[in-house]
């Protein structure tokens, strides 16, 4: 199936549940695995990574249009804000400042919601379909949404079987907004291949361990967003996710949204932004749910 299965935005359109992730790709491996993906293997969306930074929380429209310029498009179907941190533009480097005693250069009165309504204006523009958000807390999300007059389509975080959040997944879908996981395979050198339980589930049903992974958070009702530059996982992660999708039992999602809740709990993408984000299980952060 071209594109494969899609989840309906609160902006009324569909997007593809199974995106190509692109993070961490060196330049040249980037170009042929998206021609691949969109040419080859089915994919009909990419996560190419150009939201916005928050070193850009104070000029969106001038941000956004750079990523246009540079990807050589009119608009963007999705455009989302990378992380609800506003960090200095006039610090001491264009991406990561950071003050004298070495902490990330943030500043800590904009609110949010200045940045959203930015956001919002582009979307009126027309230059993007719909705007989300991403690394949003409940926290992050109570804080914004009393201001906005759209609500995020989508909130793009750190989503596996591992970090499956599942207490944030079900304030997400009382808000309608669409959870996308990134690291969905639990990024590089992950423990989540050789997990027991998703090889006993895997070989029930003749999938691969990455198909569970996959087709685990696509039963859950979220886009997944796997990165590859290898064309044959490129294909495999799309085919096996939806092979998966059609595989797994009630019983099967259960059991799996059970290892982390009884020890398993990791979560792998954690800038030291010296901030708290309102995450659980991020050491050193709100709650800490073990
Ligand atoms: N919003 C954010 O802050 C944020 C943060 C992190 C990531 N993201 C997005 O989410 C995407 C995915 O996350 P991620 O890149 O951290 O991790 P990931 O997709 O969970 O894992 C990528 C790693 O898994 C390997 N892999 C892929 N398919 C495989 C397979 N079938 N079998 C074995 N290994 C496989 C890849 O290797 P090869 O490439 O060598 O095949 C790569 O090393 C990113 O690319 C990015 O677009 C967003």
Not at 69 to 90: F, M, R
Not at 198 to 206: C, H, L, M, S
Not at 221 to 233: D, E, I, N, Q, Y
Request: hydrophobic share 40%; glycine share 6%.
């Amino acid at each position: 199936m071209a594109g494969g299965p899609t989840i309906k935005l609160n902006s009324g359109t569909e997007i593809p549940a199974i995106g190509l992730g692109t993070w961490q790709s060196k330049p040249e491996e980037v170009i042929s695995a998206v021609e691949y993906a969109l040419k080859e293997a089915g994919y009909r969306h990419i996560d190419c990574a150009c939201k916005l930074w928050s070193t850009r929380h104070q000029d969106v429209e001038v941000a956004l249009d750079e990523s246009l310029s540079a990807l050589g498009v009119e608009y963007l179907d999705l455009y989302l804000v990378h992380w609800p941190i506003c960090l200095n533009p006039k610090g001491n480097h264009p991406n990561f400042p950071t003050r004298p005693d070495g902490t990330r250069d943030v500043i800590h009165d904009w609110p949010i919601w200045k940045t959203w309504e930015q956001m919002e204006a582009v979307l009126k523009k027309g230059k993007v379909k719909a705007i989300g958000v991403s690394n949003a807390s409940e926290k992050i999300l109570e804080e914004l949404l009393p201001h906005v007059s759209v609500v995020p389509a989508v909130d793009q975080l750190e989503l596996h079987l591992y970090n499956p959040q599942h207490e944030l997944l079900d304030y997400l879908k009382s808000k309608g907004i669409v959870a996308q996981a990134y690291s969905p395979l639990g990024s590089t050198n992950s423990p989540l291949h050789t997990d027991e339980h998703v090889t006993d589930i895997a070989k029930k049903y003749e999938l691969s361990n990455t198909d569970v992974l996959l087709g685990y958070l696509l039963a859950k009702g979220m886009v997944v967003l796997p990165k590859s530059v290898t064309p044959a996982r490129i294909s495999s992660n799309f085919e096996g996710a939806i092979a998966a999708l059609n595989k797994l039992s009630k019983e099967d999602v259960e059991a799996l949204d059970k290892l982390a809740p009884s020890g398993k709990q990791k979560r792998i993408i954690m800038p030291p932004w010296g901030v708290d984000l309102g995450f659980r299980n991020w050491p050193g952060q709100s709650p800490l749910i073990l």
